[in-house]
């Protein structure tokens, strides 16, 4: 079996009241995260940056840094932190969300995503742009006009505003099976993030880990050694 290196999974990056689904990070619990990672000698990348390193052998002491769904806070909290520690990430967006907000957590709070012109910018520092769909729908159902919309299209949409190749994807809800991920293979991206490990585990369904406001140091660690121990 191959190893992969650890890929954090986050969502949002913002001070918040409430949370009913987790996916919200304190500003400060951020940078705590960051620091524990730098102290151990750790490099935040994104995943285009972790897989060439790993193509050529130079991956040591990397760990990949995504965030889930493009939200606006990413470019207010994430890149200045990112920035301070010398890191990237990659932010998976979703197409025809641009400028809207999270209308699939129906519970709410309401969170803006980025804007087009966020999305230039956070290009524009290095970051990646990856596609997370284009309305945030589970791959699973519907049949293959709805893969192609949502997979095909959501690529050529990204690369034309953010000036950058798209090579990955982020199955939504982290759902995936083997249609989707032919789907994914076959629009052109060069690696898919999935949540869990699975029969279909590979370049093109990536584990990765989740991260909320509840990590401290101790949890991280946890998280760590669990990781290293499944590989």
Known sequence: MLMYH???????VAPYDRDPYHVTVHPAR???QLHWLHRRGLRGTSMRELLAARAEGTDRGLVGLTFDDGYADFCEYVLPALAR???????????????????????????????????RHAAQRGMEIGSHGRRHMSLTSGGN?????????????LQEVSGQEV????YPYGHLNRLALDAVRAAGYHYGCAIWRSPLTGLHALPRTYIGDRDGPLRLLAKW????LRW
């Open 85 to 119: 520690f010398g890191f990237t990430a990659t932010v998976f967006v979703l197409a025809d969300l641009l400028g809207g907000a999270n209308s699939w957590d129906q519970a709410g709070p309401r969170k803006a995503l980025m804007t087009a012109e966020q999305i």
């Open 145 to 157: 006009g709805h893969l192609t919309t949502e997979v095909s299209g959501s690529r050529a949409i």
């Open 167 to 170: 090579t990955g994807f982020c």
């Open 30 to 32: 951020f940078e705590q």
């Open 225 to 228: 050694y669990r990781h290293h």
């Open 6 to 12: 650890p890929v954090l999974m986050y969502h949002s």
